[in-house]
């Protein structure tokens, strides 16, 4: 497998996994994990510009912000 393979696979996994109940520490944990994969991703992108890439970005673009919003009313 090329690295582009394991990491969409990556992010595939990240976009099925499940968010309720998480606590403060795994949101943010999970929310640096999603930046890292979009900008790992987004390397790829650069370089292809491949329709599906942009995709999987905005997957898990999505993700990351409901993430980030619940993060913001813990400490409103």
Not at 1 to 25: H, N, P, Q
Not at 30 to 36: H, I, L, N
């Amino acid at each position: 497998m090329t690295t582009i393979e394991k990491t969409i696979k990556k992010a595939f996994d990240f976009e099925k996994r499940s968010m309720g109940k998480m606590s403060l520490s795994d949101r943010v944990s999970a929310s640096r994990e999603a930046k890292a994969i979009v900008l790992s991703i987004n390397e790829f992108y650069k370089k292809t510009k491949d329709p599906s890439l942009m995709n999987i970005m905005k997957l898990i673009t999505r993700k990351k912000q409901k993430i980030d919003e619940r993060l913001k009313f813990k400490y409103i």
